[in-house]
């Protein structure tokens, strides 16, 4: 239980660990990026200058410059087109592993489609671009299609992120194993689970139990199902809940630190915030309508 606790509370940042692994080519133009960026935003001078520069030029951006006016080696250009979209994609993975009612099962199998996408994607890096498309059309634009450094070093990243991604995420550490029969009752295989014998003797019953199983194949999602079956089959109830219940990132623990920040202001330093921030983190509705109902308004005279 320790491992997959474990597991749980650092998903997320066992994602971003996982990215930090990049070839010295790769690290060099996002280093220079960063550099040009924080000069430009170091102070407003340089915004202003920098932007009416961009106007002279008729550059599409006005505030930072284009990444063709910050390097004028095009291979240079070409890897950070690709650092745009493998940043891109990653990003999107992030905010998938991010809000309410997420449990492991559904954030390791999103990790592990991830994993499946990159080792795909380096199948298919020497003949079709695509899954680039930032870098698929710079190629394509500047001729720069047979150039196959820039393809092997882009090869040799997504290698990188696959073992990077296969240590932060052992299949020994995988919280699934064993577990399976919580997400899938009526279809697991009974003898490959984490049950002692009256366990399994439980999750017979109710694997034969149709009344349940159409229920369990309804709109009902899984912690529902389980609480409304706890009478009847206690032992796999609870056992299941303990899974079902862990914080399976620290989401919930960021969105509670964002929101007394927003809540306790300087000019509200004294405010006590406990009931306002249990309204702001909790996923229930608050009804608002029906307090105000119930109270009788002042009429001023």
Request: glycine fraction near 2%.
């Amino acid at each position: 239980m320790f491992v997959t606790e474990t597991f749980c509370l650092y998903i997320i940042h066992r994602e971003q660990l996982a990215v930090k692994k990049m070839s010295p080519e790769l690290h060099e133009v996002l280093s220079d990026v960063i550099k040009i960026i924080n000069e430009i935003r170091h102070k407003a001078l340089n915004s202003r200058i920098f932007e009416a520069l961009c106007e002279e030029m008729g550059s599409q951006y006005t505030h930072l410059l284009h990444a063709e006016e910050l390097f004028s080696d095009d291979e240079r250009v070409a890897k950070l087109a690709y650092l745009a979209d493998i940043f891109s994609l990653l990003n999107e993975l992030n905010i998938s592993l991010q809000g309410q009612l997420k449990d492991v099962f559904t954030l390791r199998g999103k990790m592990d489609a991830f994993q499946k996408k990159i080792l795909l994607w380096q199948m298919w890096l020497a003949e079709d671009l695509q899954m680039f498309s930032n870098f698929d059309e710079y190629m394509r634009e500047k001729d720069l299609n047979r150039q196959v450094v820039l393809v092997t070093l882009v090869q040799q990243h997504l290698q990188s992120l696959t073992e990077s991604f296969s240590h932060y995420y052992p299949k020994k550490e995988d919280p699934r194993h064993g577990n399976m029969w919580i997400i899938d009752t009526f279809a697991a295989n009974i003898e490959d689970s984490n049950l002692n014998v009256n366990e399994k003797e439980s999750l017979i019953n109710l694997s034969l139990d149709n009344s349940l199983k159409a229920k369990f194949q309804s709109s009902l999602s899984r912690p529902h199902f389980w609480i409304s079956i706890k009478s009847e089959y206690p032992l796999l109830s609870e056992k299941a809940m303990k899974i079902l219940i862990q914080f399976s990132t620290t989401y919930l623990c960021e969105k509670t630190f964002s929101s007394v920040t927003a809540i306790k202001t300087q000019n509200r330093s004294q405010l006590e915030i406990n009931t306002a921030l249990r309204l702001a983190v909790m996923s229930l509705e608050s009804k608002i309508h029906k307090l105000i109902s119930s109270k009788q308004g002042q009429i001023s005279l």
